[in-house]
């Protein structure tokens, strides 16, 4: 059982930036790929941003790219999502997801997640 404890999000407002961090525990987290995805009101969840198990690999969708960064402490089994040149549409809730399959890619798709943290809200005002 992995357990998944985002940091809590906020309010900002277009132009700024917000850091979240994911707090995993069990002591294999190195041997997790892990993501950030995001539902916003009335939409679908989207996958963000992933980073893979081993050599820490970088995934990012489009929209976001350049903007987010994502990454690893194996030693403090924390992944965080620094996000700036926040805009109004990247509000939503946001989730970070864990992926215990031993392999080397970082899933787009969110049920090939095993386990997802509670989701915390980040608002970008305009």
């Known amino acids: 059982q992995v357990q998944l404890v985002e940091s809590r999000g906020g309010l900002v407002q277009a132009g700024g930036s917000l850091r979240l961090s994911c707090a995993a525990s069990?002591?294999?987290?190195?041997?997790?790929?892990m993501a950030w995805f995001r539902q916003a009101p009335g939409k679908e969840r989207e996958f963000v941003a992933g980073?893979?198990?081993?050599?820490?690999?970088?995934y990012y969708a489009d929209a976001v790219k350049g903007r987010f960064t994502i990454s690893r402490d194996n030693a403090k089994n924390t992944v965080y999502l620094q996000m700036n040149s926040l805009k109004p549409e990247d509000t939503a809730v946001y989730y970070c997801a864990a992926d215990l399959r031993p392999t080397t890619v970082v899933p787009t798709r969110g049920a090939l997640y095993d386990y997802w943290g509670q989701g915390t809200q980040v608002t970008v005002s305009s």
């Open positions: 069990g002591r294999t987290f190195s041997s997790y790929a």
């Open positions: 980073i893979s198990r081993t050599l820490s690999r970088t």
